[in-house]
């Protein structure tokens, strides 16, 4: 009976490692996907810029927001200097299974919905959701193995040392590149899934 008992153990575990391994196979696939799909919209991108969009995808907002005031001054300033003559998605899909997506402003305003509702959505996903160094490391790999395969055009050895350099620093946040700044203007909102306002669903 032991026996028995034992071996269905085994074979449960079994299942459950393999199970695991599959998503996060799955998952890694479709971090590449995302990776050379952005990478397509913005040919410009720099490093800097790549390292940006996993660690989005992996940490969320980067940090908690103890001010909201402050967020929503933010977001006025923001709103106040953009040119909509750009055009964009209203949201793009940044992590696996959407758990992060960038609500961008320019369509988000232009469609009138509530700045009020995105702020909120923002600051619950800056002190909720928890991001993962570890997942953060995975999506570096990928990036290095689209460069070892010829999929992204960077140089292997310049990727990384910067991530080396971030992972120095414990994997801080960082700005856009100067270069991206200029060309795409970027202007969005950094949102958890499962906190996007029920209206955008």
């Given at each position: 009976m ?8 085994v ?46 995808a ?5 940090h ?18 953009l ?7 209203l ?21 009138l919905?509530d700045t ?54 414990k ?14 203007s ?6 958890a ?9």
């Amino acid at each position: 009976m032991k026996i028995i008992f034992y071996q269905i153990f085994v074979v449960l575990f079994l299942c459950a490692f393999v199970n695991s391994n599959a998503q996060e196979s799955d998952d890694i696939f479709a971090m590449k996907e995302i990776l050379q799909k952005e990478i397509r919209k913005h040919p410009e991108m720099e490093i800097q810029d790549v390292y940006k969009f996993i660690h989005q995808a992996a940490m969320g907002s980067e940090h908690a927001v103890k001010d909201t005031m402050a967020v929503r001054k933010w977001m006025e300033n923001e709103i106040a200097g953009l040119d909509f003559k750009k055009i964009e998605n209203l949201i793009d899909t940044i992590s696996p299974g959407g758990k992060i997506v960038r609500i961008n402003l320019r369509p988000y305003l232009k469609a009138l919905y509530d700045t009020e509702k995105l702020s909120n959505a923002f600051i619950k996903t800056a002190n909720e959701f928890r991001g993962s160094t570890i997942i953060l490391e995975k999506y570096i790999q990928a990036v290095l193995d689209l460069i070892e395969d010829g999929r992204i055009n960077f140089q292997k050895e310049e990727a990384k040392n910067f991530f080396n350099e971030m992972k120095i620093k414990k994997y801080p946040a960082v700005h856009h590149s100067k270069k991206y700044e200029e060309k795409y203007s970027p202007a969005y909102r950094v949102i958890a899934g499962e906190f996007i306002p029920s209206f955008l669903k």
